[in-house]
C-alpha cells in the first residue's frame, strides 16, 4: 500500500484488511492497541468532521523501516487560534495537520503511530498523550541529528531557553505549531520563540528518525519545560527541512504537549 493513502483507505474501510493479521496502533484519542479495533474507532470519530474532498497530501518522508506522511485535513467546527487577541475562536472550517509513521514490514506495515494536535478539535482541552509511544532508538536517533547539526544546534537552543535560534532558520523560514498555525520569517519567528520559551528551556526525549535527503522526522517525548518537569513523558512528532543555505526552512510540529 501507498502511506499517501493512509486517510482515505481508513475511511473508506480498506486499510485494515491490508495490513498484517497484528499490526499495531496508536493515535492521539485512543492511545494504543490492535489496528483492527483501533482504526475504525479514528475512522468514526473523524467520518462526520471531516469536509468531503478536503484532504490534502503534503510530503512523505521515507526511511529503511519506516515512512512517514504528512497530510493536512479540513475539518468542521473546531478552534483556531487568534494571536492578536490571545484566545482560542470558534471557525466552521479548521485545518487539521496530521503525521502518520508507517512502522514496515517487508512490503507492508507492521504499525502506526498517528499524530496531531487535539487543541483544536477537543474545544480547546488538548489530551495529554502520555509516551513513550515510538520504539526507543536512542543510539541510532542521535548519530541521525549528529548527521544534520542545524537540527541539533535547534533543539540545544531549545533546551537552554535561547530564544536566538531564529538565526537557525532561513530568512523565509516557518515554524507551524499543532493547531496549524504559521509563523514565517524571522520577526515573526522571534516572537513565536521568546513566547513559548517564557517559562524556560524544553527538554525533549527522542526515540526515532526517519531522514529523506534534507528532511528529518522525528519522534519526540517533552519530558521538561523550565524549571517544572512533566508528570510523565509527553509525546509528539516533529519534523524539519533544510533550504537552500542549509539552515531550517521548515519546523512542522504534531503533539498535544500540555506545560505543566
Given at each position: 500500500m501507498k502511506l499517501a493513502s493512509f486517510w482515505s483507505m481508513l475511511l473508506e474501510g480498506t486499510l485494515v484488511p491490508s495490513l498484517v493479521p497484528d499490526a499495531a496502533w496508536d493515535d492521539?484519542?485512543?492511545?494504543?492497541?490492535?489496528?483492527?479495533?483501533?482504526?475504525?474507532?479514528?475512522?468514526?470519530?473523524?467520518?462526520?468532521?471531516?469536509?468531503?474532498?478536503d484532504?490534502?497530501?503534503?510530503?512523505?518522508?521515507?526511511?529503511e523501516s519506516r515512512v512517514v506522511v504528512e497530510h493536512v485535513l479540513g475539518v468542521r467546527d473546531g478552534l483556531v487560534w487568534n494571536a492578536e487577541k490571545q484566545r482560542g475562536e470558534k471557525a466552521e472550517r479548521v485545518e487539521l495537520a496530521t503525521a502518520v509513521v508507517g512502522q514496515r514490514r517487508g512490503d507492508t506495515f507492521d504499525a502506526f503511530r498517528v499524530y496531531f494536535g487535539t487543541w483544536a478539535v477537543l474545544d480547546g482541552n488538548p489530551r495529554a498523550r502520555l509516551g513513550p509511544?515510538?520504539?526507543?532508538?536512542?543510539?541510532?536517533?542521535?548519530?541521525a541529528m549528529d548527521a544534520m547539526p542545524i537540527v541539533r544546534k535547534y533543539f540545544d537552543a531549545l533546551a537552554a531557553g535561547d530564544a536566538g535560534m531564529v538565526k537557525l532558520f532561513e530568512p523565509d523560514g516557518y515554524f507551524r505549531e499543532p493547531a496549524n498555525d504559521f509563523v514565517c520569517g524571522h520577526h515573526a519567528l522571534a516572537g513565536h520563540f521568546d513566547h513559548i520559551l517564557e517559562l524556560g528551556g524544553v527538554g525533549i526525549e527522542f526515540l526515532t528518525a526517519t531522514?529523506?535527503?534534507?528532511?528529518?522526522?522525528?519522534?519526540?517525548?517533552?519530558?521538561?519545560?523550565?524549571?517544572?518537569?512533566m508528570d510523565g513523558p509527553q509525546a509528539g512528532f516533529a519534523i524539519y527541512e533544510l533550504g537552500e543555505h542549509g539552515l531550517l526552512r521548515g519546523s512542522r510540529v504534531y503533539d498535544s504537549v500540555v506545560p505543566p
Open positions: 492521539p484519542l485512543n492511545d494504543a492497541g490492535p489496528a483492527r479495533s483501533l482504526a475504525p474507532r479514528l475512522a468514526a470519530w473523524l467520518e462526520p468532521r471531516l469536509i468531503p474532498g484532504l490534502q497530501h503534503l510530503r512523505t518522508t521515507s526511511g509511544v515510538a520504539p526507543d532508538e536512542r543510539a541510532a536517533t542521535k548519530a531522514r529523506e535527503g534534507d528532511r528529518m522526522g522525528l519522534e519526540l517525548q517533552t519530558v521538561q519545560w523550565g524549571k517544572k518537569k
